[in-house]
C-alpha cells in the first residue's frame, strides 16, 4: 500500500514569544492574543500509482487548526477527512496523445486504524481505491472534486523485469574461498524511473540448538545496498554481507540458524517522489526557513506520483552459507548447513 512520509508543514503558524520584562509590567493581564488564523478549507492528497499492483490506494486528507492539542484533534474523524458526500474522487486516463481514454471512480474504505497516542483516541485510516488495470504506457490525473477542484497529473513508472539474472549469489571468491568477494548487481533504467533503491533481505531459519531441535520458523532481515538516480550497476562487498548479518541478528546459544534464501528488492521512483524526498530531507542552509514545497498538486498539496516494486528471489551459493558457521562476523550465531 502506500508508503506515508511525514506530512508538509501546509498550514503555517508563527510562534512569536517576546520577553520583555518591562513589557509584562506594563501590559494588562487582560490582552488577548489570537495565533490561530481564520479556517481554510485545504486539501492534503497522497497517491503512489503502480502499474504491478491489483488495487491502488489514493489519501485524501483536510488540513486542520484549532485550539485544542493536535493529537486530540486529529482523532475526530471530521478534523482530517472529508464526508463522502462532499467529495468525490476519479482518475482520468490519457492516451499518449492526450485523449481522454477511461475514467476511473474511486471509492472511499477503511484500511485499519492508527494506534492511539497519548490519551487520544485511535484514529480511522480512511483511503479512497480502485481495482482497474493500468496501462505504463499512459498518463492519468486525479481529480478530487469539492466546492473547489484539485488536480494532478503523473506518468507511470515502466513495468518491467528490472533483473533477469538468476544466478545464485555468492558472497566469497569462487577462485579463493577463503577470501571475501563482490556481488555484482545490474538493471534496467525504467522509462519515467529516476531513482532507484536497491535492498537485500536474507532469509534464515531458526531452531531449538539440540539434535533434532524443533524450528521456531523462518525469520529475515533486511539492509539497503544502493538508493541513488545515476546508476545501474552495484558491486556490494562481500565483507558487508557478513557484518550486517552479524548487526542485525543477536547471538543465542540455545538456537542454532540454518540460511537460506535472499531476496533483491528494487524500488524505482517517478520524478514527483523523488521531488518530494528530496524536499523533505534536512536542510543544512543559512536560511530559517525552506520555500514552500511545490509539488504537482494543483490547489492543493502533498504528492501524487507513481513508484515500481520488485522482487526478485536469489539462491544463496553454498560457499557462503558455509561460510556464515565461521566467519569472524558470525561464528557465534550457530549457522549450520
Not at 6 to 17: G, V
Request: net charge negative.
Amino acid at each position: 500500500m502506500i508508503s506515508e512520509p511525514k506530512i508538509l508543514k501546509f498550514a503555517r503558524m508563527r510562534k512569536i514569544a517576546i520577553l520583555f520584562i518591562t513589557t509584562i509590567f506594563l501590559w494588562s493581564c487582560e490582552t488577548e492574543f489570537e495565533v490561530n488564523a481564520p479556517w481554510k478549507d485545504v486539501t492534503i492528497i497522497y497517491g503512489l500509482l503502480e502499474a504491478n499492483k491489483d488495487t491502488q490506494y489514493v489519501k485524501v486528507y483536510r488540513a486542520f487548526l484549532g485550539q485544542e492539542d493536535a493529537l486530540m484533534m486529529a482523532s475526530y474523524p471530521d478534523s482530517i477527512y472529508y464526508n463522502s458526500e462532499e467529495v468525490k474522487v476519479h482518475l482520468n486516463e490519457y492516451t499518449p496523445s492526450g485523449i481522454l481514454n477511461n475514467t476511473i471512480v474511486l471509492k472511499d474504505t477503511l484500511l485499519g486504524e492508527f494506534a492511539a497516542i497519548n490519551g487520544a483516541s485511535s484514529i480511522p485510516n480512511k483511503a479512497y481505491y480502485f481495482s482497474e488495470p493500468l496501462n505504463d504506457a499512459y498518463d492519468y490525473e486525479l481529480i478530487v472534486a469539492k466546492k473547489d477542484t484539485i488536480r494532478a497529473l503523473t506518468s507511470l513508472v515502466e513495468d518491467k523485469l528490472i533483473d533477469e539474472s538468476d544466478n545464485s549469489i555468492n558472497f566469497m571468491s569462487f577462485t579463493n574461498p577463503d577470501n571475501y568477494g563482490n556481488m555484482r548487481l545490474s538493471w534496467d533504467n525504467l522509462i519515467n524511473g529516476v531513482a532507484y533503491e536497491v535492498k537485500i533481505r536474507f532469509f534464515y531459519e531458526e531452531f531449538l540448538n539440540i539434535q533434532n531441535g524443533y524450528s521456531f520458523g523462518i525469520d529475515s532481515i533486511e539492509w539497503r545496498l544502493y538508493f541513488g538516480v545515476d546508476e545501474f550497476e552495484l558491486d556490494y562487498g562481500g565483507e558487508s554481507f557478513f557484518s550486517n548479518v552479524a548487526n542485525q541478528i543477536i547471538a543465542n546459544d540455545s538456537i542454532k540458524r540454518l540460511p537460506r534464501d535472499l531476496k533483491i528488492i528494487f524500488t524505482v521512483a517517478g520524478q514527483e517522489l523523488y521531488d518530494y524526498y528530496e524536499y523533505s530531507q534536512p536542510s543544512f542552509s543559512v536560511l530559517l526557513e525552506k520555500p514552500e514545497y511545490e509539488g504537482n498538486i494543483e490547489g492543493g498539496y502533498g504528492v501524487f506520483s507513481s513508484r515500481i516494486q520488485q522482487e526478485i528471489t536469489r539462491n544463496l551459493h553454498f560457499i557462503s552459507k558455509q561460510r556464515l558457521e565461521v566467519d569472524p562476523y558470525t561464528e557465534d550465531l550457530n549457522f549450520f548447513n
